[in-house]
Nanobody, 127 residues
Framework: QVQLVESGGGLVQAGGSLRLSCAAS????????MGWFRQAPGKEREFVSA????????NYADSVKGRFTISRESAKNTVYLQMNSLKPEDTAVYYC????????????????????WGQGTQVTVSS
């Protein structure tokens, strides 16, 4: 089992940057494929980005491609989401998720396939 704690959210002007962090408990962080999702008020949870256990494979939603970068640091049991050129439509609660996956290079883009979730961190982008 793994517990996830997100941090790094906040209020930023359009065009600004934020870096979200997701710290995972436990000693088996390397067993988990990780992902970021977001949910805006009145909208469904949507996929943002995912990274494989190995860290070599990544996937991004079209809406964030070229602006967001996902990465992971095994020594710190942490996954990051670097968000640049933020837009008001990026405003949402951002959630970190983990999936125990056998395949080293697999990325998981569907929220229902994840086993564990963080509590979320609010990102607000003002125009």
């Amino acid at each position: 089992q793994v517990q996830l704690v997100e941090s790094g959210g906040g209020l930023v002007q359009a065009g600004g940057s934020l870096r979200l962090s997701c710290a995972a408990s436990g000693r088996t962080f390397s067993s988990y494929a990780m992902g970021w999702f977001r949910q805006a008020p009145g909208k469904e949870r949507e996929f943002v980005s995912a990274i494989s256990k190995s860290g070599t494979n990544t996937n991004y939603a079209d809406s964030v491609k070229g602006r967001f970068t996902i990465s992971r640091e095994s020594a710190k049991n942490t996954v990051y989401l670097q968000m640049n050129s933020l837009k008001p439509e990026d405003t949402a609660v951002y959630y970190c998720a983990a999936r125990n996956l056998q395949y080293t290079f697999g990325v998981v883009t569907t929220w229902s396939e994840y086993n564990y979730w963080g509590q979320g961190t609010q990102v607000t982008v003002s125009s």
